[in-house]
């Protein structure tokens, strides 16, 4: 099976095209892919505790691993007590890990 990591970079409050992003990632993740996600920029929004995004809590409860990138959720004073359960922080090294992993990496 492959490997993928998608870099969410979009809000999926103000973006509709990311439950779509979300459903796909979910789909390759049933497929037995092996799948990650790695939030940067707006695209961190849906991992705040309290915030409900449907398609995206759906990948957490599956166990599809999720990562904030730090760099992100300080520009947004987003405090990693403030992520729901089941994130990881990181940084974009795991950008560069996957793709010398020669993974797929695919930015939203």
Excluded at 32 to 61: C, E, I, K, M, Y
């Amino acid at each position: 099976m492959s490997q993928y990591l998608f870099i969410q970079s979009q809000d999926p409050f103000t973006e509709s095209r990311t439950r779509h992003q979300f459903d796909l990632i979910g789909q390759l993740h049933e497929a037995g892919h092996d799948v990650s996600v790695l939030l940067v920029q707006n695209g961190v929004t849906p991992a705040r505790r309290g915030a409900r995004t449907g398609s995206f809590d759906r990948l957490l409860d599956w166990g599809v691993p999720v990562l904030a990138d730090t760099f992100s959720l300080e520009q947004r004073e987003i405090d990693d007590a403030d992520l729901k359960d089941n994130i990881g922080l990181s940084s974009l090294h795991v950008v560069i890990d996957a793709m010398l992993a020669n993974g797929k990496v695919i930015w939203h």
